[in-house]
């Protein structure tokens, strides 16, 4: 099995800053897309930003400028650098990994449990 922990969100002002990480473990040969995705009360389910295994990276339009995705492959650990964070921004953050495991080589995705992220005054 393959697990997937998150940390770093919480309560921030409007303007502030927060640093969001996934760590994954388990039966994992490799780790190819890497993303993030928020879901706000009473909306879908969005993708806020994605990174390859070749390092491509997309963003949705209402974060572009102000987010950075980034990982580090030998900690199979995904990045999410919030900047500037707007009360819009409030939601919670999911992590999301495409993943090859290691005994079967199929290639699943594996997702987070979650974690808020609230921008107020």
């Known amino acids: 099995q393959v697990q997937l922990v998150e940390s770093g969100g919480g309560l921030v002002q409007p303007g502030g800053s927060l640093r969001l990480s996934c760590a994954a473990s388990g039966n994992i040969y490799s780790i190819n897309a890497m993303g993030w995705y928020r879901q706000a009360p009473g909306q879908q389910r969005e993708l806020v930003a994605l990174i390859t295994g070749g390092l491509a990276r997309n963003y949705a339009d209402s974060v572009k400028g102000r987010f950075t995705i980034s990982r580090d492959n030998t900690k199979n650990t995904v990045y999410l650098q919030m900047d500037s964070l707007k009360p819009d921004d409030t939601a919670v953050y999911y992590c999301?990994?495409?993943?090859?495991?290691?005994?079967?080589?199929?290639?699943?995705?594996?997702w987070g449990q979650g974690t808020q992220v609230t921008v107020s005054s």
């Open positions: 999301k990994m495409v993943v090859r495991r290691r005994t079967d080589f199929v290639t699943v995705d594996y």
